[in-house]
């Protein structure tokens, strides 16, 4: 009787220890989690890709697909060179699972220089006229930034105002969303300096990990390769 109750206990352990795995990243929670919808709309500036320069949704134009989206808060000094190195594995990835997948990346690097005063109250000329300068300034960089990816849509948007609507952790310098059908699969979020290769690993393993999800699902409808 005494093995059967502990053999059952091991059981019961080992399921509570399966069910309660801590979540992907480095702990903390920031955006929709596993399995909520995201919250709306993501009308962003596009800096490269077929809207380029232009305000435009990508949760929309995305559709039902699975997608990599990635939160980065844009430091004065650029890019982050761990960050660099997650967004070139996202790229690849989706270079080769395309066609297959659908699967797009998009990185929304949330800075206030992304501001546009003519859309803001309160902002008087002179403001406005410095927005519009350090938006295209901004503009200027990641697009040269941008250059080097064949799939990766890079754009951004005011800190602020994402933030809240996303209801990103202050505390996260990068967090990522893996979505399809608009539903999370996976979100990881990072505090700075701790996006090492570890995290980065954990980001694709990821990602595959929803594209085999989706296979095993309802039938993907493939993008038409022409378009």
């Known amino acids: 009787m005494l093995p059967r109750l502990f053999a059952v206990a091991v059981l019961m352990l080992a399921g509570t220890?399966?069910?309660?795995?801590?979540?992907?990243g480095d702990g903390m929670k920031s955006g929709p989690q596993i399995d909520e919808n995201l919250p709306g709309s993501l009308q962003v500036l596009n800096v490269n890709g077929p809207y380029a320069g232009r305000y435009h949704c990508l949760v929309c134009e995305f559709r039902l697909y699975p997608v990599?989206?990635?939160?980065?808060?844009?430091?004065?000094?650029?890019?982050?060179?761990?960050?660099?190195?997650?967004?070139?594995?996202?790229d690849k990835t989706a270079e080769e699972k395309h066609d297959d997948t659908g699967l797009e990346t998009v990185v929304v690097f949330l800075t206030q220089d992304a501001r546009s005063g003519a859309t803001e109250k309160g902002t008087n000329a002179e403001g406005i006229l410095e927005e519009v300068k350090n938006r295209e300034k901004l503009a200027v960089g990641l697009a040269e930034f941008a250059k080097s990816y064949k799939r990766l849509i890079v754009a951004c948007y005011p800190e602020d105002d994402l933030a809240a609507q996303y209801k990103l952790s202050k505390k996260a310098e990068v967090t990522v969303l893996l979505y399809a059908r608009l539903r999370v699969f996976d979100n990881f979020a990072f505090e700075e300096g701790k996006l090492a290769q570890e995290g980065i690993d954990k980001v694709i393993r990821g990602t595959d990990s929803m594209l085999e999800r989706l296979k095993r699902g309802p039938q993907l409808i493939k993008k038409d390769k022409a378009k």
């Open 68 to 90: 990599a989206l990635v939160f980065a808060r844009l430091s004065p000094n650029g890019v982050d060179p761990e960050l660099k190195k997650l967004l070139d594995a996202l």
């Open 17 to 24: 220890c399966v069910w309660s795995a801590p979540q992907a």
